[in-house]
C-alpha cells in the first residue's frame, strides 16, 4: 500500500547570522530581512524518516512549510534530499503568528493536500523552542499524535511501533495510521544531499499558496490568531567599566586583590614567608 506522507519543516535563522536577528520594538515581531535561513535541524530528521517509511511502502512525500517567499530555497533542499513535492504557505496574513496560529494555518494547508497516512514534524525548533506546534497540529486534524520520537518500527501498512522520550526513560506505543509523529534528533541521521538529487529538485513540483487560496478563518492567522502576546521589549545594558592598571606584575596582582575586596569577594590574608617556607617544606 503506496502511503502519502507528510512532511512539515521549518526555516530557521541560521545560526552563523544570530547576532544580525532583533524585534521590532513596536510590533514585537522578530525581525529576519535579510538573515540566511536553514532546514530547522531536527527537521531533517523528519525528512528523513519520512523518506525511510516511502522505501519499504512506496507513495508520495509533500513538504509543506509556513513561511516568507525565500523559504522557496529550503524547500528545494528537501526535495534534493529526496521528497516528491513541496509546498509554500505564505501571505502577509499569516505574518506575526505564534505556535497556535501556525498550526492552524498548517492544517488548513494539509486539509487542502487531501488525504495523508503520516505527518513527521520535529519536535522543536531551533529558534522558538516551543515544542508545541507538532500536538497542536494533531489536535486540529484530529489524527494520534506522539511527541519526541526517538525509535519507529513498521508494525503493519496499518500501524506503526513507535518509541517516545519521556523525563526518566521511554514509553513504546502502537499508533494506527493516519497518525502525525515529532522526531528527535536520535531518531535518526538525515542523509547527504547529491549532485543528482540537487538537479532531480529544480524539475520538482513546488506550489505557493497565499491566503485565498485556503478555507481559512481569518481570526485565526496571524496576529489576529495568536494568543500570545509579547511584553515590553527592552535592551539590557551590558557595558562593563574598565581599568586599565599597569607597573610590575606584583603590584598589579596586589591591586587586583584589593578591588577584589573591596567588591566583597573574601580573600584571606596570606602571610607569604610562611607561605614560602610551607612549600619549601
Not at 489524527?143 to 508494525?155: A, D, G, M, T, Y
Amino acid at each position: 500500500m503506496a502511503l502519502e506522507i507528510i512532511v512539515c519543516i521549518k526555516p530557521v535563522p541560521d545560526p552563523q547570522y544570530y547576532d544580525k536577528v532583533s524585534i521590532d520594538p513596536v510590533t514585537k515581531i522578530i525581525t529576519r530581512a535579510g538573515i540566511p535561513t536553514i532546514i530547522n535541524p531536527v527537521d531533517k530528521n523528519s525528512i528523513e524518516a519520512a523518506l525511510r517509511l516511502k522505501k519499504l511502502y512506496g507513495g508520495n512525500i509533500t513538504v509543506i512549510t509556513m513561511a516568507p517567499p525565500n523559504a522557496v530555497e529550503n524547500l528545494r533542499e528537501a526535495l534534493a534530499m529526496g521528497a516528491d513535492k513541496a509546498v509554500l504557505l505564505s501571505d502577509r496574513a499569516f505574518g506575526g503568528a505564534d505556535t497556535l496560529a501556525t498550526s492552524y494555518t498548517l492544517s488548513k494547508g494539509i486539509e487542502k493536500l487531501g488525504h495523508f497516512d503520516v505527518i513527521f514534524c520535529g519536535a522543536e525548533s531551533a529558534d522558538g523552542a516551543t515544542a508545541q506546534v507538532a500536538s497542536q497540529l494533531g489536535e486540529w486534524l484530529n489524527v494520534p499524535h506522539l511527541w519526541n520520537v526517538f525509535n519507529i518500527e513498521n508494525q503493519d501498512e496499518k500501524t506503526l511501533r513507535v518509541k517516545t522520550k519521556i523525563e526518566n526513560g521511554s514509553m513504546e506505543w502502537k499508533v494506527k495510521l493516519p497518525c502525525l509523529l515529532g522526531t528527535s534528533r536520535d531518531l535518526n541521521k538525515p542523509r547527504f544531499i547529491s549532485a543528482m538529487g540537487i538537479i532531480k529538485a529544480k524539475n520538482k513540483p513546488l506550489q505557493v499558496w497565499e491566503r485565498k487560496d485556503l478555507d481559512a478563518e481569518d481570526e485565526r492567522l496571524g496576529l489576529a490568531g495568536s494568543p500570545t502576546k509579547a511584553g515590553a521589549v527592552f535592551t539590557p545594558d551590558i557595558k562593563r567599566k574598565s581599568e586599565v592598571l599597569s607597573g610590575p606584575a606584583d603590584e598589579i596582582a596586589d591591586k587586583i586583590i584589593e578591588k577584589l575586596r573591596a567588591a566583597g569577594v573574601n580573600i584571606p590574608v596570606v602571610d607569604n614567608a610562611c607561605a614560602i617556607k610551607g612549600v619549601s617544606q
